[in-house]
């Protein structure tokens, strides 16, 4: 663009000087007259012309850097979650919008206490999702084993889904980025769904599931299918 106003400068000025030869044969423009005229619209062109490739190969550049600095990131959110899933179990499964996270925190029968030794765990979640996913919604699922009825199972389901929510909120992650549902007893989404407490039995379903919902807005990743997981 910068070129082509240039050419359009050079055109005008080189018909300007064109006038200036045939209105004027009175006025007897002089031969080095004409010719210092040309070297300096030369001279003018190209420096306007080095000026604008200039500005070009800084923009390409800029757009080097860019994909550069996504791709670091990228690259780096990889590593954390790699590092998640081995250092604490964590299955993760990535969809189109969607981190999915089924991480082992579990509650007592009929609790909704966050335990200390699951601290850790959420901790490094909330590092993850600030460093990543700053401006994304986190959704805390809350889940609870069959026995009991099922209204109050969607109850405990949300207190559980409240505590978790509440613990992450004190990681640094904004109150009004992180949310809590309940799904209770709905044996869709069990883990066994035929096991229940008291005591140990239905532990597995006792549980939470970490949910952050990017909408693609931060480092692209690649898309894992439940298929290919």
């Known amino acids: 663009m910068g070129t082509m106003r240039t050419n359009w400068r050079g055109l005008g ?5 064109s006038l200036a030869v045939t209105v004027g044969a009175c006025s007897r423009v002089k031969p080095e007259e004409m010719d210092a005229s ?3 619209l030369r001279a003018d062109m190209q420096r306007e012309m080095q000026a604008g490739d200039q500005a070009v190969t800084q923009q390409v550049s800029g757009l080097g850097n860019r994909i550069g600095t996504v791709e670091q990131r990228t690259a780096a959110l990889e590593t954390d979650l790699n590092q998640l899933e081995q250092d604490f179990e964590v299955a993760i499964t ?10 082992p925190v579990y509650f007592a029968f009929d609790d909704a206490t966050v335990d200390q030794d699951d601290q850790a765990i959420l901790d490094r979640f909330g590092a993850v999702a600030q460093e990543y996913y700053p401006t994304a ?3 805390v699922e809350g889940f609870a084993d069959p026995s009991g009825p099922p209204e109050y199972n969607v ?15 004190t990681t640094g992650l904004s109150g009004d980025r992180v949310r809590a549902v309940s799904y209770g007893e709905d044996t869709k989404r069990l883990v066994a769904p035929s096991a229940t407490g008291p005591g140990m039995p239905g532990w597995e379903n006792r549980r939470v599931v970490l949910v952050i ?5 931060v480092p692209a990743m690649p898309t894992v299918t439940d298929a290919t997981q």
């Open 38 to 40: 040309l070297a300096a």
């Open 213 to 217: 919902e990017h909408d693609g807005q």
């Open 137 to 139: 919604l986190i959704t």
């Open 155 to 169: 109850d405990l389901g949300q207190r559980r889904a409240g505590a978790v929510r509440e613990y992450l909120v």
């Open 94 to 103: 990535r969809l189109e919008d969607q981190l999915r996270f089924d991480v």
């Open 13 to 17: 000025i080189l018909s300007a000087l």
